[in-house]
């Protein structure tokens, strides 16, 4: 329109017939003139922008570590980055579906959760995140994603899936419990120690002395039984409650050393590892021991 209004009506206004002389200089002034209201003010909505090796940040997606995909609000995809092909593709090809990429990837179990996900997010236009657990051939692998909605003046146009391996984190969380748990039992340990070392401490005094007092009566009994036979006339009678009284002495004694013995064995079984020192031991000990 401006070349035309200048050869048909102002140029021959001004008596310039072969208006297309002028052309190249008009050519040269209009382009120069479009370019600087391009890049100061913007064409339909576009302003031009000039960087210096803009080039080296083109493929910059690229160059992310995490997993990234970027979708429209069709759930088409507008990029991919190669993170995310290595991590879940399963061939070597894009796809231009959001729905075509999960069926050909390792994500296929995860589809309907990064949906979910994903229509949250947009209803509510703000980020969400979610753990997902990809299942591979010899090993399972943890992601957090995260959801990024994409809003121009008000409008959803698409959303952005950030994909972060967690394996890492996961693993030495799990670890750390295990650790945790290695020293809770440790302290549980070194509690039952010392609880087990008071009651063998409080049992074995009154085992012994029972014992001791056990050895009294007996050598008591003993007199009795040859006072007794030498006195009275019913020796049948009295020998027979003597009879029963050693008896059950003797059974007492032996239950009184049984106990003992497996306090002590116990004892020696709960000492911490630095306790321990060097001693000797037969091999009837130890045969004891493991019985009782």
Not at 168 to 186: D, G
Request: glycine letters at 4%.
């Amino acid at each position: 329109f401006v070349y035309a209004a200048l050869a048909n009506s102002l140029l021959r206004g001004f008596g310039i017939d072969q208006a297309w002389r002028v052309y190249p200089i008009l050519f040269s002034v209009q382009f120069t003139g479009f370019i600087y209201l391009a890049y100061k003010y913007g064409i339909f909505g576009v302003r031009l922008k000039f960087h210096k090796s803009m080039f080296v940040f083109e493929n910059v997606l690229q160059l992310v570590s995490d997993s990234v995909l970027v979708l429209d609000k069709k759930l088409n995809v507008i990029e991919v980055n190669k993170a995310f092909l290595k991590n879940f593709s399963s061939e070597d090809r894009r796809y231009s579906s959001f729905y075509d990429t999960m069926a050909h990837s390792k994500l296929i179990e995860c589809k309907q959760d990064l949906t979910d996900l994903i229509s949250e997010s947009e209803a509510t236009d703000n980020v969400k995140i979610t753990e997902i657990v990809v299942k591979d051939e010899s090993d399972e692998k943890y992601f957090e994603v995260q959801t990024n909605p994409i809003i121009l003046n008000c409008e959803y146009c698409g959303i952005v899936l950030l994909f972060k391996d967690i394996t890492l984190y996961k693993k030495n969380l799990e670890l750390f419990k295990q650790n945790q748990f290695a020293i809770i039992e440790k302290e549980r340990l070194l509690s039952l120690n010392q609880l087990i070392g008071g009651i063998a401490h409080n049992l074995k005094t009154p085992l012994m002395s029972s014992a001791g007092g056990i050895q009294i009566i007996k050598k008591d009994t003993s007199k009795l039984y040859e006072y007794i036979q030498t006195k009275q006339d019913d020796f049948e009678y009295f020998s027979k409650l003597m009879n029963e009284i050693n008896d059950w002495q003797n059974r007492i004694s032996e239950y009184i050393i049984y106990m003992s013995d497996v306090i002590t064995t116990v004892k020696g079984q709960v000492k911490e590892f630095e306790q321990i020192d060097e001693d000797k031991f037969t091999i009837k000990e130890i045969i004891n021991k493991t019985k009782l």
